[in-house]
């Protein structure tokens, strides 16, 4: 029998007018709810323990307060209110620190070992798989946290825990908040596009402001040719989070390893990664030393190529701020490839357009514009079906930047899907998120200028993508297993197979339509194109290797100042010397709050995405496209599983064999 998703209405979306009162209010019910239902579930006598009234009721005892921290989280990141962002952080914190008080109780892990230990031997063969393995994680994680230990060590972990939540988001509150820019005056904007200065807001003295958003900085770096303004502007992005979040991160840090410590791991790399797929610090360390160690030589080559072009632009030593654009301008001279003359190709709308009819052949979907009024106009928001018109879930985008919204790109589950009831055919529908910042329509000389974007940004958008077709395709039966809830370095697997499309000559020639003749990119720019992704590709993951082990070592002992550590590497891989006063890059490294002891996770994942995509190509079939065989089969395998499975053996199942790096390396032109 196929499983039917409840549909949502405009009435299920009104939590978007949420208020600072609703915020307090909400939470403290659900605080009360919470310490309620956990009292009867260790209230249960352990001959009266069962997998659905304790388990399954723990897995299930937030159901009635409908995902209301997620909402009340996605508006902390992207409601256009201040006082509505400040509200969701400040009820996100103070809850926080009491969800640990009541979290954080022993009794549960006694009625979980009870069940275990008793009545779950006589229900076991009655089970899903997918309930066993819920059961054997919960118990890992309940012992993750302590509950083995002698009373002392579990207050003592209680008040870490809670202080590292605090810090945690003071943190990432701390960089979106962050705001800075430079003024130009329209002489100092040389080298820039007529296009790019129409996006930019203007200052009282008429100057042009460029701030620290993506649309702003980044092709700024790339292609103004003012030394000096570039030097400002980057100085200032190296600045973002400020001080204040470097002594938060050293506090984290101390606090992380103090937890690991009373846990009994060597330190908290080792803790992190014990429930993923790399299991210790040591495969984590090795991972990265084995590709850096065929990285990092290639990487200084590209360097040398750099600097000997520099000189030719008469910058007589290159520094931090003329990367960006040396490189820009070596990849226009050898493939006559200019960015601005690309992201004419790359109207935002039809880019999505184009992406929505890939994904639908690929996975035998449709995805089709749902109107909502959400949190703000920009907002659209889509609503996914199978191919027999039944449905799946819905999605928002909200893709151009706010002032104090979320400043990078990432895609957030607001609701998880998961079965209604057990062993219902009733489904909860997904709803999720994809938050990006690319340029904002504008007009110019009376026209409307759309929102162009780099290829970068296509396969941001791609990217991105992959994340929410994780999460809206999910068909795990339980909440903590849908989507992308898979083991922290697999989840960037299912994003990343996404960008591989955006390189295909047949895909890039089908989502490219020339904003002003409607006509899509020439074979031949195609082909320079393609040609140009390997460019300076050793010196890019090298640099994401660096920021990894940056991360590792921090949460190892290896490193102390992350600050300096940061200085040090680009010193040591890429000979570059980064400003000592002004260098304060972890304080605006996000990916420290969720992502530590993690960052390797995108290499990692990058591998098995390389691998799996391979399958869309073998066989001779050159349409990738419309390869809805595979597509299926990575729908049926990855996607809908979620962590139901084991993620090395969703890999495996998929593509009839153990993974390998030959195709990233491959990938990357080694």
């Avoid at 230990?117 to 006589?122: I, M, Q, S, T, Y």
């Avoid at 770096?221 to 200032?236: G, I, P, Q, T, V």
Wanted: charged residues 30%.
């Amino acid at each position: 029998m196929k499983m039917k998703t409840l549909p949502l209405t405009q009435k299920d979306f009104n939590w978007v007018k949420m208020t600072p009162t609703i915020m307090k209010k909400t939470s403290e019910a659900y605080l009360l709810h919470k310490k309620k239902a956990y009292a009867e579930i260790k209230n249960i006598l352990p001959e009266n323990r069962t997998y659905l009234n304790t388990l399954y009721a723990l897995e299930r005892c937030d159901d009635s307060f409908e995902s209301f921290f997620s909402k009340m989280g996605l508006l902390g990141e992207v409601s256009p209110k201040k006082e509505i962002r400040e509200a969701a952080h400040k009820t996100a914190m103070e809850t926080s620190e009491k969800l640990v008080d009541i979290e954080y109780d022993r009794d549960l892990f006694i009625a979980l070992c009870e069940y275990y230990e008793g009545n779950f031997r006589d229900e076991k063969k009655s089970l899903r798989k997918e309930d066993i393995k819920l059961l054997e994680e919960t118990l890992r994680e309940y012992r993750r946290m302590g509950f083995d230990l002698p009373t002392e060590k579990q207050k003592k972990l209680k008040q870490l825990m809670k202080k590292t939540s605090k810090l945690s988001i003071m943190f990432r509150q701390n960089i979106n908040d962050y705001q800075d820019y430079i003024l130009c005056t329209k002489e100092e904007l040389s080298g820039l596009s007529e296009r790019y200065i129409s996006t930019l807001p203007k200052h009282t003295d008429d100057r042009y402001i460029i701030s620290l958003q993506y649309p702003h900085i980044m092709p700024f770096m790339a292609e103004a040719e003012n030394r000096e303004k570039r030097k400002a502007l980057a100085e200032k992005n190296l600045k973002k989070g400020g001080i204040k979040n470097l002594k938060i991160i050293e506090e984290l840090v101390k606090t992380r390893h103090e937890i690991a410590t009373i846990l009994g791991y060597k330190h908290h790399a080792d803790f992190r990664t014990e429930n993923r797929m790399a299991k210790n610090a040591k495969t984590v360390e090795d991972f990265q030393n084995s590709l850096l160690k065929t990285l990092a030589p290639l990487a200084k080559k590209e360097m040398e190529i750099l600097r000997n072009h520099a000189k030719s632009l008469g910058i007589k030593k290159l520094e931090h701020y003329d990367i960006g654009y040396t490189a820009t301008n070596l990849k226009k001279k050898l493939y006559d490839i200019d960015p601005e003359t690309i992201r004419a190709y790359f109207p935002l709308e039809n880019v999505r357009k184009e992406l929505f009819t890939l994904c639908e052949k690929l996975f035998s979907i449709s995805i089709k514009e749902f109107p909502l009024s959400l949190w703000h106009k920009d907002v659209k928001s889509y609503q996914v079906n199978d191919k027999d018109g039944t449905l799946i879930g819905y999605f928002a985008m909200d893709l151009f930047p706010r002032e104090g919204k979320y400043g990078h790109a990432c895609m957030v589950d607001v609701i998880v899907s998961h079965e209604h009831s057990y062993k219902s055919e009733e489904y909860i529908a997904s709803l999720s998120t994809m938050i990006c910042n690319f340029s904002t329509p504008t007009k110019q000389k009376g026209k409307l200028l759309p929102s162009l974007l780099s290829l970068g940004e296509v396969e941001t958008i791609f990217h991105e993508f992959g994340h929410l077709l994780h999460m809206t395709l999910s068909r795990a039966r339980l909440q903590s297993q849908a989507g992308a809830n898979v083991a922290w370095d697999f989840v960037e697997t299912p994003s990343q197979i996404m960008e591989n499309w955006v390189w295909n000559e047949e895909v890039l020639t089908k989502i490219s339509k020339h904003y002003e003749t409607g006509k899509h990119m020439p074979k031949d720019m195609v082909g320079r194109v393609i040609k140009g992704k390997k460019f300076q590709s050793a010196y890019f993951y090298t640099g994401q290797l660096i920021q990894g082990k940056l991360d590792l070592d921090l949460h190892t002992g290896k490193v102390k100042d992350a600050r300096v550590a940061h200085r040090k590497m680009n010193k040591v891989y890429f000979n570059i010397d980064l400003p000592e006063k002004e260098t304060l890059f972890p304080a605006g490294f996000g990916h420290l709050v969720g992502y530590d002891a993690g960052y390797y996770s995108y290499l990692w994942a990058l591998v098995y995405a390389c691998d799996a995509f391979g399958d869309f190509q073998k066989k001779g079939n050159k349409n990738v496209m419309t390869n809805s065989e595979v597509g299926m089969k990575w729908r049926r395998e990855v996607l809908e599983k979620g962590s139901s499975e084991d993620e090395m053996k969703l890999v495996k199942n998929f593509l009839g064999r153990t993974p390998n790096q030959k195709a990233f390396l491959k990938e990357i032109g080694i």
